[in-house]
Protein backbone atom coordinates (compact mmCIF):
# COMPACT_ATOMS: atom_id res chain seq x y z
CA UNK A 1 0.00 0.00 0.00
CA UNK A 2 1.24 3.72 -0.50
CA UNK A 3 3.09 5.42 1.99
CA UNK A 4 1.76 9.41 1.43
CA UNK A 5 3.14 12.38 2.69
CA UNK A 6 0.53 15.80 3.43
CA UNK A 7 1.12 18.94 5.52
CA UNK A 8 -1.46 19.67 7.26
CA UNK A 9 -2.64 22.71 9.54
CA UNK A 10 -4.09 21.46 12.87
CA UNK A 11 -6.01 24.17 14.76
CA UNK A 12 -6.55 23.01 18.47
CA UNK A 13 -9.69 24.39 20.61
CA UNK A 14 -8.71 25.96 24.00
CA UNK A 15 -8.20 23.57 26.89
CA UNK A 16 -7.07 20.45 24.29
CA UNK A 17 -3.19 20.66 25.84
CA UNK A 18 -3.86 18.11 28.29
CA UNK A 19 -4.09 15.70 25.73
CA UNK A 20 -1.23 13.96 24.33
CA UNK A 21 -2.00 13.49 20.73
CA UNK A 22 0.52 13.37 18.51
CA UNK A 23 1.53 10.49 20.20
CA UNK A 24 -1.57 9.26 19.84
CA UNK A 25 -0.92 9.36 15.46
CA UNK A 26 2.40 7.85 16.14
CA UNK A 27 2.00 4.95 18.43
CA UNK A 28 -1.85 4.36 17.19
CA UNK A 29 -1.65 4.99 13.81
CA UNK A 30 1.82 4.44 12.63
CA UNK A 31 2.10 8.23 11.44
CA UNK A 32 5.79 9.91 11.51
CA UNK A 33 5.07 13.51 12.34
CA UNK A 34 7.23 16.35 11.52
CA UNK A 35 6.41 19.67 13.06
CA UNK A 36 7.23 22.35 11.21
CA UNK A 37 5.43 25.07 12.54
CA UNK A 38 3.96 25.81 16.22
CA UNK A 39 2.25 28.74 17.67
CA UNK A 40 0.12 28.20 21.07
CA UNK A 41 -2.04 30.78 22.48
CA UNK A 42 -2.91 29.44 26.02
CA UNK A 43 -6.31 29.44 27.15
CA UNK A 44 -7.62 30.81 23.52
CA UNK A 45 -6.39 27.89 20.73
CA UNK A 46 -3.23 26.61 19.25
CA UNK A 47 -2.27 26.05 15.49
CA UNK A 48 0.29 23.22 14.63
CA UNK A 49 1.64 22.58 10.86
CA UNK A 50 2.41 18.91 10.88
CA UNK A 51 4.05 17.03 8.08
CA UNK A 52 2.06 13.63 8.28
CA UNK A 53 3.87 10.39 6.44
CA UNK A 54 1.78 7.17 6.30
CA UNK A 55 -0.41 4.59 4.68
CA UNK A 56 -3.61 6.55 3.29
CA UNK A 57 -5.91 4.41 5.45
CA UNK A 58 -4.00 5.55 8.58
CA UNK A 59 -3.47 8.60 7.86
CA UNK A 60 -7.40 8.95 7.39
CA UNK A 61 -7.63 7.18 10.50
CA UNK A 62 -5.17 9.99 12.40
CA UNK A 63 -7.06 12.93 11.13
CA UNK A 64 -10.45 11.32 12.09
CA UNK A 65 -9.73 10.74 15.61
CA UNK A 66 -7.86 14.87 15.58
CA UNK A 67 -11.53 15.57 14.66
CA UNK A 68 -13.12 13.34 17.09
CA UNK A 69 -11.38 15.44 19.54
CA UNK A 70 -12.15 18.74 18.08
CA UNK A 71 -8.89 19.89 16.38
CA UNK A 72 -9.54 21.01 12.99
CA UNK A 73 -7.65 19.85 10.49
CA UNK A 74 -6.81 21.48 6.98
CA UNK A 75 -4.57 20.93 4.07
CA UNK A 76 -1.96 23.61 3.98
CA UNK A 77 -2.12 23.86 0.62
CA UNK A 78 -6.03 25.11 1.22
CA UNK A 79 -4.68 28.02 3.34
CA UNK A 80 -2.49 29.23 0.83
CA UNK A 81 -3.94 31.97 -1.11
CA UNK A 82 -1.55 33.57 -4.36
CA UNK A 83 -2.75 35.42 -7.04
CA UNK A 84 -0.61 33.78 -9.92
CA UNK A 85 -2.50 35.98 -12.75
CA UNK A 86 -0.87 39.67 -10.97
CA UNK A 87 2.56 38.14 -10.52
CA UNK A 88 5.27 39.86 -12.39
CA UNK A 89 7.84 37.50 -11.02
CA UNK A 90 9.91 40.16 -9.90
CA UNK A 91 11.88 37.58 -6.98
CA UNK A 92 11.24 39.77 -3.94
CA UNK A 93 9.43 36.35 -2.56
CA UNK A 94 12.29 33.69 -3.97
CA UNK A 95 14.96 35.68 -2.00
CA UNK A 96 13.01 34.44 1.62
CA UNK A 97 11.41 31.49 0.88
CA UNK A 98 14.51 29.12 2.26
CA UNK A 99 12.07 26.40 1.96
CA UNK A 100 12.81 26.19 -1.49
CA UNK A 101 8.98 26.31 -2.56
CA UNK A 102 9.19 29.55 -4.64
CA UNK A 103 11.97 29.67 -6.78
CA UNK A 104 12.93 31.43 -10.19
CA UNK A 105 12.40 28.83 -13.27
CA UNK A 106 16.38 29.15 -14.56
CA UNK A 107 15.20 29.07 -18.20
CA UNK A 108 12.14 31.40 -18.70
CA UNK A 109 12.88 33.25 -15.30
CA UNK A 110 9.06 33.06 -13.98
CA UNK A 111 8.14 32.67 -10.55
CA UNK A 112 6.97 28.99 -9.51
CA UNK A 113 5.45 28.07 -6.48
CA UNK A 114 5.25 24.62 -5.27
CA UNK A 115 2.91 24.53 -1.88
CA UNK A 116 3.93 21.14 -0.96
CA UNK A 117 7.26 22.86 -0.05
CA UNK A 118 5.81 25.55 2.05
CA UNK A 119 6.31 26.01 6.15
CA UNK A 120 4.07 28.57 6.25
CA UNK A 121 6.82 30.91 7.47
CA UNK A 122 5.11 33.63 6.05
CA UNK A 123 8.23 35.66 5.03
CA UNK A 124 6.79 35.79 1.80
CA UNK A 125 3.45 37.72 2.68
CA UNK A 126 5.74 40.66 3.45
CA UNK A 127 8.53 40.26 0.82
CA UNK A 128 5.90 40.33 -1.95
CA UNK A 129 5.32 43.99 -3.49
CA UNK A 130 2.71 43.35 -4.93
CA UNK A 131 0.99 41.17 -1.69
CA UNK A 132 0.01 38.57 -3.61
CA UNK A 133 0.41 36.03 -0.90
CA UNK A 134 -1.86 35.24 1.96
CA UNK A 135 -1.31 32.49 4.41
CA UNK A 136 -3.79 31.72 6.94
CA UNK A 137 -2.12 29.62 9.52
CA UNK A 138 -3.95 30.62 12.66
CA UNK A 139 -7.33 31.80 11.82
CA UNK A 140 -9.24 29.47 9.77
CA UNK A 141 -12.46 30.30 8.44
CA UNK B 1 37.45 49.43 -44.33
CA UNK B 2 34.82 48.62 -41.75
CA UNK B 3 31.29 48.88 -42.25
CA UNK B 4 29.32 51.86 -40.87
CA UNK B 5 25.75 53.10 -40.73
CA UNK B 6 23.88 55.80 -40.67
CA UNK B 7 20.48 56.33 -38.51
CA UNK B 8 18.49 57.26 -42.19
CA UNK B 9 19.87 53.85 -43.47
CA UNK B 10 18.45 51.99 -40.47
CA UNK B 11 15.11 53.60 -40.52
CA UNK B 12 14.78 52.82 -44.58
CA UNK B 13 15.33 49.35 -43.88
CA UNK B 14 12.86 49.20 -40.78
CA UNK B 15 10.50 51.27 -43.27
CA UNK B 16 10.75 48.74 -45.76
CA UNK B 17 10.31 45.91 -43.14
CA UNK B 18 13.95 44.32 -44.11
CA UNK B 19 15.53 45.30 -41.01
CA UNK B 20 17.28 42.61 -39.15
CA UNK B 21 16.49 43.35 -34.91
CA UNK B 22 18.06 41.39 -32.08
CA UNK B 23 17.30 41.08 -28.40
CA UNK B 24 20.44 42.22 -26.14
CA UNK B 25 20.22 38.37 -25.16
CA UNK B 26 19.96 36.95 -28.57
CA UNK B 27 22.85 39.44 -30.01
CA UNK B 28 25.13 37.79 -26.69
CA UNK B 29 24.24 33.88 -27.90
CA UNK B 30 25.13 35.06 -32.01
CA UNK B 31 28.65 36.98 -30.42
CA UNK B 32 29.79 32.91 -29.56
CA UNK B 33 30.27 32.66 -33.03
CA UNK B 34 30.05 35.87 -34.56
CA UNK B 35 32.74 39.05 -34.57
CA UNK B 36 31.70 42.05 -34.03
CA UNK B 37 32.58 43.01 -37.59
CA UNK B 38 30.00 40.26 -38.81
CA UNK B 39 27.68 41.57 -36.50
CA UNK B 40 27.64 44.79 -38.07
CA UNK B 41 26.80 43.55 -41.46
CA UNK B 42 24.02 41.02 -40.08
CA UNK B 43 22.34 42.91 -37.27
CA UNK B 44 20.92 46.45 -37.96
CA UNK B 45 19.13 46.89 -34.36
CA UNK B 46 20.00 45.54 -30.66
CA UNK B 47 16.43 45.84 -28.71
CA UNK B 48 17.40 46.11 -24.75
CA UNK B 49 14.99 46.21 -21.53
CA UNK B 50 14.27 46.17 -17.91
CA UNK B 51 11.02 46.01 -15.61
CA UNK B 52 12.36 47.49 -12.23
CA UNK B 53 11.22 49.25 -9.38
CA UNK B 54 11.80 52.94 -10.07
CA UNK B 55 11.63 54.75 -7.12
CA UNK B 56 12.18 58.34 -8.96
CA UNK B 57 9.01 58.15 -11.15
CA UNK B 58 6.08 60.98 -11.39
CA UNK B 59 3.36 61.84 -13.58
CA UNK B 60 2.34 65.32 -14.66
CA UNK B 61 -1.65 66.03 -14.26
CA UNK B 62 -3.52 69.05 -15.75
CA UNK B 63 -7.37 68.63 -13.99
CA UNK B 64 -9.26 71.05 -16.15
CA UNK B 65 -10.92 74.11 -14.72
CA UNK B 66 -14.14 73.92 -12.30
CA UNK B 67 -17.05 76.38 -12.07
CA UNK B 68 -15.85 78.70 -10.21
CA UNK B 69 -12.41 77.97 -10.82
CA UNK B 70 -10.11 77.19 -7.96
CA UNK B 71 -5.92 77.49 -7.02
CA UNK B 72 -5.10 74.29 -6.30
CA UNK B 73 -2.58 75.05 -3.22
CA UNK B 74 -3.10 71.73 -1.47
CA UNK B 75 -4.08 68.16 -3.45
CA UNK B 76 -4.96 64.52 -2.70
CA UNK B 77 -5.58 62.14 -5.07
CA UNK B 78 -7.17 59.27 -3.12
CA UNK B 79 -5.58 60.77 0.01
CA UNK B 80 -1.78 60.84 -1.50
CA UNK B 81 -0.67 64.33 -1.47
CA UNK B 82 0.58 65.89 -4.92
CA UNK B 83 2.36 69.03 -5.46
CA UNK B 84 0.67 71.88 -4.81
CA UNK B 85 3.16 74.61 -5.74
CA UNK B 86 2.13 74.33 -9.98
CA UNK B 87 -0.20 76.84 -11.05
CA UNK B 88 -4.18 76.57 -10.72
CA UNK B 89 -4.66 72.86 -11.86
CA UNK B 90 -1.57 71.75 -12.84
CA UNK B 91 0.56 69.05 -10.03
CA UNK B 92 3.37 66.56 -10.28
CA UNK B 93 2.20 62.91 -8.47
CA UNK B 94 5.44 61.26 -7.15
CA UNK B 95 5.25 57.56 -7.13
CA UNK B 96 6.80 57.25 -3.55
CA UNK B 97 4.21 59.81 -2.47
CA UNK B 98 2.19 58.29 0.65
CA UNK B 99 -1.47 58.77 2.11
CA UNK B 100 -1.01 59.36 5.74
CA UNK B 101 -4.07 56.90 6.95
CA UNK B 102 -2.16 53.96 5.00
CA UNK B 103 1.29 54.22 4.44
CA UNK B 104 0.93 50.96 1.86
CA UNK B 105 -0.75 52.77 -0.48
CA UNK B 106 1.08 55.90 -2.55
CA UNK B 107 1.09 57.64 -5.76
CA UNK B 108 2.19 54.65 -7.43
CA UNK B 109 -1.21 53.02 -6.76
CA UNK B 110 -3.00 56.12 -8.13
CA UNK B 111 -0.69 56.18 -11.29
CA UNK B 112 -1.56 52.48 -12.21
CA UNK B 113 -5.51 52.96 -10.88
CA UNK B 114 -5.64 55.99 -13.60
CA UNK B 115 -3.64 53.51 -16.44
CA UNK B 116 -6.32 51.19 -15.69
CA UNK B 117 -8.78 54.02 -16.19
CA UNK B 118 -10.44 53.89 -12.24
CA UNK B 119 -12.00 56.79 -10.40
CA UNK B 120 -9.98 58.56 -8.70
CA UNK B 121 -11.23 60.78 -5.47
CA UNK B 122 -9.28 64.32 -6.29
CA UNK B 123 -9.46 66.89 -3.02
CA UNK B 124 -7.96 70.45 -3.12
CA UNK B 125 -7.97 73.59 -1.30
CA UNK B 126 -6.85 77.26 -2.24
CA UNK B 127 -6.66 80.19 -0.13
CA UNK B 128 -9.51 81.50 -3.40
CA UNK B 129 -8.11 84.69 -4.95
CA UNK B 130 -10.06 87.27 -6.99
CA UNK B 131 -9.92 85.45 -10.15
CA UNK B 132 -9.79 81.72 -8.77
CA UNK B 133 -12.42 82.97 -6.21
CA UNK B 134 -12.98 78.67 -4.77
CA UNK B 135 -11.33 77.36 -1.86
CA UNK B 136 -12.47 73.91 -1.87
CA UNK B 137 -13.39 71.05 -4.19
CA UNK B 138 -13.80 67.50 -3.68
CA UNK B 139 -14.59 65.71 -7.02
CA UNK B 140 -14.17 62.39 -9.01
CA UNK B 141 -11.44 62.33 -12.06
CA UNK B 142 -10.58 59.58 -13.80
CA UNK B 143 -8.11 59.76 -16.83
CA UNK B 144 -11.15 60.17 -19.52
CA UNK B 145 -11.70 63.56 -17.36
CA UNK B 146 -8.55 64.84 -17.08
CA UNK B 147 -6.47 66.97 -20.19
CA UNK B 148 -3.24 65.39 -19.53
CA UNK B 149 -1.28 62.90 -17.57
CA UNK B 150 2.61 62.74 -18.55
CA UNK B 151 5.22 60.32 -17.27
CA UNK B 152 7.88 62.18 -16.11
CA UNK B 153 10.52 60.02 -14.44
CA UNK B 154 13.77 62.23 -13.16
CA UNK B 155 15.98 59.08 -12.61
CA UNK B 156 15.21 55.46 -14.24
CA UNK B 157 17.20 52.25 -15.96
CA UNK B 158 20.12 52.76 -13.48
CA UNK B 159 23.59 51.67 -15.30
CA UNK B 160 23.79 48.73 -13.33
CA UNK B 161 23.43 48.28 -10.19
CA UNK B 162 24.81 46.51 -6.44
CA UNK B 163 24.21 43.51 -5.17
CA UNK B 164 22.43 43.49 -1.33
CA UNK B 165 23.48 41.54 1.59
CA UNK B 166 23.01 41.86 4.98
CA UNK B 167 26.16 40.77 7.64
CA UNK B 168 24.14 41.84 10.54
CA UNK B 169 21.48 39.27 13.40
CA UNK B 170 19.05 41.01 12.22
CA UNK B 171 16.11 40.68 9.41
CA UNK B 172 16.54 44.31 7.16
CA UNK B 173 13.58 45.55 5.02
CA UNK B 174 14.76 47.58 2.34
CA UNK B 175 14.52 48.61 -1.44
CA UNK B 176 16.31 45.59 -2.32
CA UNK B 177 13.87 43.49 -0.78
CA UNK B 178 13.67 41.63 2.44
CA UNK B 179 17.78 40.91 3.41
CA UNK B 180 18.17 37.49 5.79
CA UNK B 181 20.23 37.99 8.72
CA UNK B 182 23.78 36.90 8.09
CA UNK B 183 24.01 36.82 4.55
CA UNK B 184 21.46 33.96 4.39
CA UNK B 185 20.49 35.61 0.93
CA UNK B 186 21.63 38.12 -1.60
CA UNK B 187 19.57 40.13 -3.82
CA UNK B 188 20.62 42.12 -6.88
CA UNK B 189 18.34 43.84 -9.88
CA UNK B 190 19.53 44.48 -13.67
CA UNK B 191 18.45 42.48 -16.47
CA UNK B 192 22.45 41.90 -17.20
CA UNK B 193 23.30 40.99 -20.73
CA UNK B 194 19.53 42.39 -21.34
CA UNK B 195 19.79 45.82 -19.35
CA UNK B 196 19.84 49.21 -21.61
CA UNK B 197 22.98 51.18 -20.27
CA UNK B 198 24.83 48.35 -20.27
CA UNK B 199 24.84 47.83 -23.90
CA UNK B 200 25.71 51.29 -24.41
CA UNK B 201 28.37 52.08 -21.14
CA UNK B 202 29.57 55.51 -23.23
CA UNK B 203 26.01 56.56 -24.59
CA UNK B 204 27.07 56.85 -28.30
CA UNK B 205 23.14 55.96 -29.43
CA UNK B 206 21.51 57.03 -26.53
CA UNK B 207 20.78 60.63 -25.58
CA UNK B 208 18.30 63.30 -24.98
CA UNK B 209 15.70 62.61 -27.50
CA UNK B 210 16.41 59.07 -28.39
CA UNK B 211 12.78 56.96 -28.95
CA UNK B 212 12.06 54.30 -26.43
CA UNK B 213 9.04 52.24 -25.02
CA UNK B 214 8.11 53.06 -21.79
CA UNK B 215 5.15 51.62 -19.81
CA UNK B 216 3.48 50.19 -22.80
CA UNK B 217 4.11 52.97 -24.67
CA UNK B 218 6.49 55.28 -27.24
CA UNK B 219 8.34 58.10 -25.24
CA UNK B 220 11.85 59.46 -25.15
CA UNK B 221 15.22 59.62 -23.28
CA UNK B 222 14.62 63.43 -21.66
CA UNK B 223 17.33 64.26 -20.26
CA UNK B 224 20.20 62.54 -18.50
CA UNK B 225 18.85 61.17 -15.35
CA UNK B 226 19.11 62.60 -11.85
CA UNK B 227 22.45 61.02 -10.15
CA UNK B 228 23.85 60.82 -13.40
CA UNK B 229 27.36 59.34 -12.86
CA UNK B 230 29.95 58.39 -15.49
CA UNK B 231 33.24 58.74 -13.32
CA UNK B 232 32.76 55.31 -11.45
CA UNK B 233 35.18 52.57 -11.70
CA UNK B 234 35.26 50.73 -14.83
CA UNK B 235 36.04 47.18 -15.83
CA UNK B 236 38.22 46.17 -19.16
CA UNK B 237 35.09 46.22 -20.86
CA UNK B 238 34.30 49.57 -20.11
CA UNK B 239 31.20 48.83 -18.18
CA UNK B 240 31.12 50.24 -14.79
CA UNK B 241 31.14 48.12 -11.77
CA UNK B 242 28.30 49.39 -9.38
CA UNK B 243 25.63 51.61 -10.09
CA UNK B 244 26.26 54.88 -12.48
CA UNK B 245 24.68 56.78 -15.04
CA UNK B 246 20.58 57.25 -15.15
CA UNK B 247 17.95 58.71 -17.67
CA UNK B 248 15.19 60.91 -17.27
CA UNK B 249 12.72 59.54 -19.20
CA UNK B 250 9.10 61.03 -20.54
CA UNK B 251 5.80 60.18 -21.90
CA UNK B 252 2.08 59.71 -22.74
CA UNK B 253 1.08 58.02 -19.93
CA UNK B 254 -2.83 57.87 -21.01
CA UNK B 255 -1.23 55.95 -23.87
CA UNK B 256 0.01 53.43 -20.97
CA UNK B 257 -0.81 50.21 -19.84
CA UNK B 258 -0.30 48.41 -16.11
CA UNK B 259 1.55 45.43 -17.67
CA UNK B 260 4.16 47.62 -17.94
CA UNK B 261 3.70 50.36 -14.82
CA UNK B 262 3.34 48.51 -11.88
CA UNK B 263 2.50 49.50 -8.38
CA UNK B 264 4.54 48.18 -5.01
CA UNK B 265 5.04 48.66 -1.84
CA UNK B 266 8.12 47.60 0.24
CA UNK B 267 7.73 46.25 3.70
CA UNK B 268 9.13 49.02 6.02
CA UNK B 269 10.36 50.82 3.29
CA UNK B 270 7.59 52.37 1.32
CA UNK B 271 6.48 52.68 -1.91
CA UNK B 272 7.53 52.65 -5.69
CA UNK B 273 6.63 51.63 -8.87
CA UNK B 274 8.38 48.71 -10.96
CA UNK B 275 8.86 50.57 -14.51
CA UNK B 276 9.00 49.14 -18.03
CA UNK B 277 11.86 50.37 -20.78
CA UNK B 278 12.89 49.29 -23.70
CA UNK B 279 15.48 50.99 -25.55
CA UNK B 280 16.58 50.07 -29.37
CA UNK B 281 20.44 50.32 -29.89
CA UNK B 282 21.71 50.84 -33.63
CA UNK B 283 23.97 48.38 -34.87
CA UNK B 284 26.01 51.64 -36.29
CA UNK B 285 29.75 50.13 -36.38
CA UNK B 286 31.78 48.07 -35.04
CA UNK B 287 32.51 49.40 -31.91
CA UNK B 288 28.80 49.19 -31.35
CA UNK B 289 28.25 46.18 -32.33
CA UNK B 290 30.88 44.94 -29.38
CA UNK B 291 29.13 46.65 -26.76
CA UNK B 292 25.74 44.71 -27.61
CA UNK B 293 27.54 41.42 -27.86
CA UNK B 294 28.40 41.79 -24.11
CA UNK B 295 26.93 38.47 -21.97
CA UNK B 296 26.74 38.06 -18.54
CA UNK B 297 30.10 36.60 -17.52
CA UNK B 298 31.36 40.02 -18.58
CA UNK B 299 29.17 42.47 -16.52
CA UNK B 300 30.53 42.83 -12.73
CA UNK B 301 28.92 44.32 -9.83
CA UNK B 302 29.58 45.20 -6.46
CA UNK B 303 28.24 43.34 -3.25
CA UNK B 304 27.03 45.83 -0.56
CA UNK B 305 26.30 45.04 3.18
CA UNK B 306 22.79 46.81 3.71
CA UNK B 307 22.62 45.93 7.40
CA UNK B 308 26.02 48.11 8.33
CA UNK B 309 26.27 51.64 7.99
CA UNK B 310 27.48 53.14 4.84
CA UNK B 311 27.04 50.09 3.10
CA UNK B 312 30.57 48.23 2.90
CA UNK B 313 31.86 46.67 -0.20
CA UNK B 314 32.24 42.83 0.52
CA UNK B 315 33.30 41.79 -3.19
CA UNK B 316 32.69 41.44 -6.90
CA UNK B 317 30.67 38.97 -9.02
CA UNK B 318 29.25 38.67 -12.45
CA UNK B 319 25.79 38.12 -13.48
CA UNK B 320 26.25 35.00 -14.57
CA UNK B 321 27.75 34.39 -10.81
CA UNK B 322 24.28 35.79 -9.66
CA UNK B 323 21.89 33.83 -12.51
CA UNK B 324 23.37 30.77 -11.21
CA UNK B 325 21.67 30.96 -7.73
CA UNK B 326 24.43 31.09 -5.56
CA UNK B 327 27.51 33.55 -4.83
CA UNK B 328 31.13 33.25 -2.59
CA UNK B 329 30.95 36.00 -0.56
CA UNK B 330 33.61 36.26 2.10
CA UNK B 331 33.75 32.61 1.87
CA UNK B 332 30.39 32.08 2.52
CA UNK B 333 27.91 30.39 -0.03
CA UNK B 334 24.72 33.18 -0.44
CA UNK B 335 21.85 32.33 -2.04
CA UNK B 336 20.67 35.08 -5.12
CA UNK B 337 17.80 36.18 -5.69
CA UNK B 338 16.46 39.18 -8.36
CA UNK B 339 14.40 41.79 -7.34
CA UNK B 340 13.38 43.16 -10.94
CA UNK B 341 11.53 40.56 -13.30
CA UNK B 342 13.78 39.58 -15.86
CA UNK B 343 10.59 37.58 -18.00
CA UNK B 344 9.04 41.08 -18.23
CA UNK B 345 12.18 42.62 -19.83
CA UNK B 346 12.56 39.90 -22.11
CA UNK B 347 8.53 40.67 -22.93
CA UNK B 348 9.66 44.02 -23.78
CA UNK B 349 12.51 43.21 -25.71
CA UNK B 350 10.51 41.26 -27.96
CA UNK B 351 7.87 43.57 -28.35
CA UNK B 352 10.05 46.17 -29.13
CA UNK B 353 12.08 44.04 -31.48
CA UNK B 354 8.29 43.19 -33.18
CA UNK B 355 7.08 46.77 -33.43
CA UNK B 356 10.70 47.79 -35.24
CA UNK B 357 10.27 44.25 -37.04
CA UNK B 358 6.67 45.39 -38.15
CA UNK B 359 8.14 48.96 -38.78
CA UNK B 360 6.28 50.98 -36.35
CA UNK B 361 8.57 52.07 -34.24
CA UNK B 362 11.66 54.45 -35.86
CA UNK B 363 14.88 55.01 -34.14
CA UNK B 364 15.53 58.83 -33.52
CA UNK B 365 18.83 60.05 -33.52
CA UNK B 366 19.91 61.77 -29.88
CA UNK B 367 19.26 65.48 -30.79
CA UNK B 368 22.15 66.15 -27.60
CA UNK B 369 24.93 63.44 -26.53
CA UNK B 370 24.98 62.90 -22.82
CA UNK B 371 27.39 64.77 -20.69
CA UNK B 372 30.28 63.46 -20.17
CA UNK B 373 33.08 63.53 -16.74
CA UNK B 374 30.11 63.75 -14.35
CA UNK B 375 29.99 62.70 -10.32
CA UNK B 376 28.16 62.89 -7.52
CA UNK B 377 28.03 65.38 -4.47
CA UNK B 378 26.98 64.49 -1.21
CA UNK B 379 24.77 66.78 1.23
CA UNK B 380 26.42 68.91 3.37
CA UNK B 381 25.13 69.98 6.69
CA UNK B 382 26.04 73.44 7.47
CA UNK B 383 25.29 75.35 10.28
CA UNK B 384 22.57 78.39 9.82
CA UNK B 385 22.94 80.91 12.02
CA UNK B 386 20.23 83.40 12.23
Request: with cysteine; proline share 5%; net charge neutral.
Amino acid sequence: MNIVKRRIILRFPPQSGDKPLSYVLVKDYDIRINILKAEVMPGKRGSLLLEMEARQSNLDKGIAYLEAHNVECQPLDKRIQFNSDKCISCGNCTAVCFAGALTMNQVTWKMEFNKELCVACELCVKACPLRLFDIDFRDGN
Amino acid sequence: MAKEKSYQEINEKIKKGEAVVLTAEEVAQLAKTCTPEEIVEKVDVVTTATFGAMCSSGVFINFGHADPPIRMEKIRLNGVPAYGGLAAVDTYLGATSVNSNNPEYGGAHVMQELIEGKDIILEAWGKGTDCYPRKHIRTVINKNTINEMILFNPRNAYQNYNVAVNTTSKIKYTYMGTLLPNMRNATYSTAGELSPLINDPEFKTIGVGTRIFIGGTTGYVAWPGTQFHTTKPKDENGVPITNAATLAVIGNMKEMSSAFLQAAYYEKYGVSLFVGIGIPIPVLNVEIAKRVSINNSQITTTVLDYGSPGQPKLGYVTYEQLRSGEIEVNGQKVRTAPVASLAKARTIAALLKEMIEKGDFLLQEPIQMFPTGTSLKGLAEIEITE
